[in-house]
């Protein structure tokens, strides 16, 4: 089994839309974990840090479901400018981080 | 802002030569580490330091060998290049606790073409 599995998408939604995408994990001793944007031809910048069980910033919510480890990556009144490749990856203590191969979501007008 | 800094953002090479990629951050970050990403392939670790004059292979290192004489540098070298060394190459720093790493900052890549 990968580290890390994500649907590589695309995910084709239009303007408004709530989307929701899945990043599944082996390792169950992950601690913490993060969400990676990444646009095209552009690197990886970090856009959010999950410590706990979630976390909420604007219009982005990451959750964390430890017994079933997974991570989601929710984002509601998507914009166009949201429309990028989405990395999760876990933070595993004294290890390197993982990158997942990215789900990648375009938001149509 | 942690800034981390690659010397070229374009390259085009001759296979054989020998090639340097550079890498400078500016945060007294302890870690730097050296990816290649290709597409469908995600991102892959070469090599990494934790520290001055130490470093570890990553994933691929064969074809590549690392430098880092200073805390702020960490240089990648393609000993000779070849045409499947034809790349985006990332270079990242981070400071690690406990907790394990605060994030990676990247630089803004470097796309390698070798001809």
């Known amino acids: 089994r990968k580290e890390v599995e994500q649907d590589p998408g695309p995910f084709n939604v239009p303007e408004g839309a709530t989307v929701a995408f899945n990043c599944t994990y082996s390792n169950s001793a992950s601690q913490s974990f993060f969400w990676y944007r990444q646009d095209c031809r552009k690197e990886p910048k970090l856009l959010m840090s999950?410590?706990?069980s979630g976390n909420e910033d604007g219009r982005f919510t990451a959750q964390l479901n430890r017994a079933s480890q997974y991570i989601s990556l929710l984002i509601r009144d998507s914009k166009l400018s949201d429309s990028a490749t989405y990395l999760c990856?876990?933070?595993?203590?004294?290890?390197?981080?993982?990158f997942g191969g990215g789900t990648r979501l375009m938001v149509k007008p | 802002d942690v800034k981390v800094t690659q010397s070229s953002r374009y390259l085009v090479k001759r296979t054989g030569e020998k090639v340097f990629l550079e890498c400078v951050q500016d945060?007294?970050?302890?870690?730097m580490f050296w990816y290649r990403q290709d597409p469908g392939l995600g991102l892959r670790l070469i090599y990494f330091s934790y520290d001055v004059k130490m470093k570890e292979k990553g994933d691929i290192p064969e074809g590549y060998s690392v430098s880092r004489e200073k805390k702020e540098r960490f240089s990648l070298i393609l000993e000779s290049a070849s045409t499947n060394q034809t790349s985006m190459y990332l270079c990242?720093?981070?400071?690690?606790?406990?907790?394990?790493?605060?994030?990676?900052?990247f630089g803004s890549g470097t796309r390698l073409t070798v001809v």
């Open positions: 990242a720093s981070s400071l690690e606790g406990a907790q394990g790493h605060y994030g990676y900052t």
């Open positions: 999950v410590y706990s």
């Open positions: 990856v876990p933070n595993n203590a004294g290890n390197m981080l993982t």
């Open positions: 945060m007294d970050h302890e870690n």
